[in-house]
T-cell receptor, first 106, second 113 residues
Framework: GIQVEQSPPDLILQEGANSTLRCNFS?????LQWFHQNPWGQLINLFY???GTKQNGRLSATTVATERYSLLYISSSQTTDSGVYFC????????FGAGTTVTVRA | DAGVIQSPRHEVTEMGQEVTLRCKPI?????LFWYRQTMMRGLELLIY????????DSGMPEDRFSAKMPNASFSTLKIQPSEPRDSAVYFC???????????FGQGTRLTVV
């Protein structure tokens, strides 16, 4: 199956800082999603982004499908951004990376 | 739509007991997925259905696990008998198409003692 690698595994930010999370995948995909798992365990949809760039408030994402990677940008981070960010790719099933644990300190 | 609905939210059971987890997908979604999340293995796909038919159950850990989808609005994941190593968070997800955006329920936290 497709291998999904996320980096960095852990990220500690001061409130207001910007950051970039990376997702590399090993093969062509039909779909790529970014999720935020909040401290209560809920998986929140951030982006459905097989290719191109999307923005939603302080978050944006870019997928370069031909080079098999996607980036998630967090700008002006807030404590509520803390949690685990997952990248998931779809060939015929959604396969998840191990996640990036983000801690935003006030 | 209320999103994907799972029940119960929490389940504590004794080893050897039968456990049934329930899921109601988003109306109109033809694909339903069951995932398990553990610290050791992360999020792993157990089984998925298309139009109520199981398509890939290769992720089901062993015969103690079974899943059904009797109609388009309901699915169950059953563990019988349960073991402590089954303790995990079980998620159900649904999507409109195989490559469509998937939406997850709030999960069921299962503890087997």
């Amino acid at each position: 199956g497709i291998q999904v690698e996320q980096s960095p595994p852990d990220l500690i930010l001061q409130e207001g800082a910007n950051s970039t999370l990376r997702c590399n995948f090993s093969d062509s995909v039909n779909n790529l999603q970014w999720f935020h798992q909040n401290p209560w365990g809920q998986l929140i949809n951030l982006f459905y982004i097989p290719s191109g760039t999307k923005q939603n408030g302080r978050l944006s994402a870019t997928t370069v499908a031909t080079e098999r990677y996607s980036l998630l940008y967090i700008s002006s981070s807030q404590t509520t951004d803390s949690g685990v960010y997952f990248c998931a790719v779809n060939d015929y099933k959604l396969s998840f990376g191990a996640g990036t644990t983000v801690t935003v300190r006030a | 739509d209320a999103g994907v609905i799972q029940s119960p939210r929490h389940e504590v059971t004794e080893m050897g007991q039968e456990v049934t987890l329930r899921c109601k997908p988003i109306s109109g979604h033809d694909y339903l997925f069951w995932y398990r999340q553990t610290m050791m293995r992360g999020l792993e796909l157990l089984i998925y259905f298309n139009n109520n038919v199981p398509i890939d159950d290769s992720g089901m850990p062993e015969d103690r696990f079974s899943a059904k989808m009797p109609n388009a609005s309901f699915s169950t994941l059953k563990i019988q008998p349960s073991e402590p190593r089954d303790s995990a968070v079980y998620f159900c997800a649904s999507s409109f198409s195989s490559a469509g955006e998937a939406f997850f329920g709030q999960g069921t936290r299962l503890t087997v003692v």
